[in-house]
Structures are given as structure tokens and as C-alpha cells.
């Protein structure tokens, strides 16, 4: 398997003259060293765990070609070189035959995925920064928000570099936010979908303020008026639930989703809103879990002759129109407006 590359201060002139040439330059998972103008204090930047989500790259990219010097000492890591590089460009979330990479933070590091999840993690250690940041772009298009499993002043000051949104879950997937804020702050950013320019920009924008702000973490300031959404419930398929998005019900699936549904995201769908339709019960098709434990397909879903709509007015957000992605990750996260998962304490 490919391990990590070192690099210290690249050169301007040496990474390429696009991204796709800096990622063949790079070859393979690379951690890039860049020395700030304090040397005391380190932060780290992770991109690309996911190979088709190129926002991160394409601003660490243009921060390079800048050569501009980060305000303090910042380590670079680049993950899915060689999944992004899989043609056609920022196509692949990761190789076919390999787990998700944000999926393997946590023990057993038993296969190439693991390993390379283990990797990043002993690098973080060396270094000890003082907060991390892992970039990511929504598979479908919709607003920037933040991630943390942990919520406070750090994570807010941290995730307001680029968006007003967070969210704070205590999902337990094995990403690597999961893990690493044991130690560091550690927020996701979901600068928005992979194909927008909006969202290139966000993280370009957003990574800027990151490298050259002296403080990033909260200081005296006490409220970031962030508009904060917690314990947001993935509905997932069940193993061997076919679906597809079209405009009539697909006769060959049991699920058929409405195509443009990911326009939904991050607005209050009402229960009359239709989603889609189905073939079969609910909870044949659907698993959803709450932070209790408990199985939510009924609060989140209901039928109403053969067609889906929500059970009550529920938030969504991460809506996917990738049939692949949803039949992996799951079809979208969602939560329930002024039911009980609001009062749950983060
Ligand atoms: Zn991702």
C-alpha cells in the first residue's frame, strides 16, 4: 500500500500549474509541512478524505501558488491522492474494493484504509496542533455548515471561520473528528457540493482565514451566533434495498426519490411535503437510529398510498441524489423540529 509522503515548504513553482498536476506531483497520501511565522504553535488541515471532494485541495492549492507564510506552523494532509486522481478527476470517494476512509478512525487498522486512518492519526499526534480542520464537500448541492461532536466556544470560534451553520452530532461512524477531538478541537467543514464554485470559493476563502488569523480559537469572545442543529438522525437503507430518483415510481425499486429533493436541504420540509414513493413497509426499507438507540424510521417517515412524506416537520440536510452514496452512506440526515431529540443536552 502507498504510506505518507513528507514534504516541508514546497516551492511555488514546483506543485504544477493545476490541481490536477499538483495531486500527480504529490503521487500518493502526502502530509505537507509549512512553517509559520510563529513557530511556537502548530494547526493542521486535512483535506480529501473523500477522492470527489475537491474544494480542499483546490484551496491548499492556490495557497501554495500564493506563497503566502501561515501565521503559525500548519501541517497539510492530503489523503485520497490517488482516489481523486482515478479517472475521470474527483470522481471516486474512494477505490473501488476500499472501505470509507472516514469511516476507518477507530480500531481494528487492518486493512489499507485503516492503516492510512492510523497514519493520519500518528502525524496529528507528532504535531499536537492546536485545533484541526477536515474539509469536505457535500455529494449534493446545498449550503456550508460545520460538524463537532463536542460543542463549545472552540468549536464555534473554529467553524464561524466559515460558516454560520453547525452541526453536533454524536454519530459514532469512525471519523476522524470523532477521534481526534480527544485530543485537539477538531471541527468538519462542509464547505458545500463538490461541483460548486460557490464552494471552492467558500473553502478557499475560509482556509485563508484559517492560515493567517494569529488566534482561531475563541479567546474572550463567548457567543458566535451560530445557528446550532444537534443530533440530526441518518436514515439509511436497508442491506439490498434497491432505490432510484425519478419524477413517477420506478417500478424496478421499492424506493423511488423525487429528483430534485436535494432543493430540501436545510429547510423545514412540512408533512405534506412528498419525498418520493415506496413498494413496501417502512421498516423493511428504512433504518434509522436516535441518539438513544432507538429505531426512528416512524417519527421521520410516513406512507399515505404508496407515496413518502415525512411523519411530522422535520430538517434535512446531506440530501443525496447518488444512488451509489445513498445505498452506502445514507440518504440524508435529518431532524425533528421541536420534538424531543431538541431538548437532548449536546
Ligand atoms: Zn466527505
Redesign the pocket.
Known amino acids: 500500500m502507498r504510506r505518507f509522503r513528507f514534504l516541508r515548504n514546497p516551492l511555488a513553482t514546483e506543485i504544477g500549474n493545476s490541481v490536477e498536476a499538483f495531486l500527480r506531483y504529490l503521487g500518493g497520501p502526502t502530509s505537507i509541512f509549512l512553517e509559520g511565522a510563529d513557530g511556537s504553535r502548530t494547526r493542521a488541515f486535512v483535506t480529501l478524505?473523500?477522492g470527489?471532494?475537491p474544494s480542499g485541495a483546490m484551496a491548499l492549492f492556490r495557497w501554495l501558488k500564493s506563497a503566502r507564510q501561515p501565521a503559525v506552523n500548519t501541517v497539510c494532509i492530503i489523503a485520497s491522492v490517488e482516489a481523486a486522481l482515478a479517472s475521470p478527476l474527483f470522481s471516486h470517494?474512494m477505490l473501488p474494493g476500499h472501505r470509507d476512509l472516514?469511516r476507518c478512525f477507530r480500531p481494528p487498522f487492518d486493512d489499507d484504509q485503516g492503516l492510512l486512518a492510523e497514519e493520519i492519526l500518528e502525524i496529528l499526534r507528532l504535531h499536537a496542533p492546536e485545533a484541526v480542520v477536515d474539509m469536505?464537500?457535500?455529494?449534493g448541492s446545498g449550503p456550508a455548515f460545520g460538524v463537532c461532536t463536542h460543542m463549545d466556544r472552540q468549536h464555534d470560534a473554529l467553524v464561524s471561520l466559515f460558516t454560520g451553520r453547525m452541526i453536533v452530532t454524536r454519530l459514532n461512524l469512525g471519523a476522524l473528528m470523532e477521534i481526534s477531538e480527544h485530543r485537539y478541537p477538531t471541527v468538519?467543514v462542509?464547505v458545500g457540493g463538490r461541483l460548486d464554485d460557490c464552494a471552492h470559493e467558500l473553502a478557499w476563502s475560509g482556509l485563508c482565514e484559517y492560515l493567517e488569523r494569529p488566534q482561531v480559537l475563541a479567546g474572550d469572545v463567548v457567543d458566535w451566533g451560530l445557528e446550532l442543529l444537534r443530533n440530526p438522525i441518518r436514515l439509511e437503507l436497508n442491506p439490498g434495498v434497491e432505490l432510484a430518483y425519478a419524477e413517477q415510481p420506478d417500478p424496478g425499486v421499492p424506493v423511488t426519490l423525487r429528483p430534485d429533493i436535494e432543493q430540501l436541504n436545510f429547510g423545514v420540509v412540512q408533512a405534506d411535503v412528498p419525498l418520493g414513493w415506496v413498494r413496501d413497509d417502512l421498516r423493511s426499507l428504512f433504518w434509522a437510529q436516535d441518539v438513544s438507540g432507538r429505531c426512528a424510521v416512524a417519527r421521520l417517515l410516513r406512507v399515505e398510498e404508496g407515496r413518502l412524506f415525512p411523519a411530522a416537520p422535520l430538517k434535512l440536510f446531506m440530501i443525496t441524489t447518488n444512488a451509489a452514496i445513498a445505498r452506502s452512506d445514507c440518504l440524508f440526515y435529518a431532524i425533528e423540529q421541536g420534538g424531543a431529540e431538541d431538548s437532548v443536552p449536546a
Not at 469536505?136 to 455529494?139: D, G, L
Open positions: 478524505l473523500h470527489n471532494e470517494r472516514n469536505h464537500n457535500t455529494s468538519t462542509e
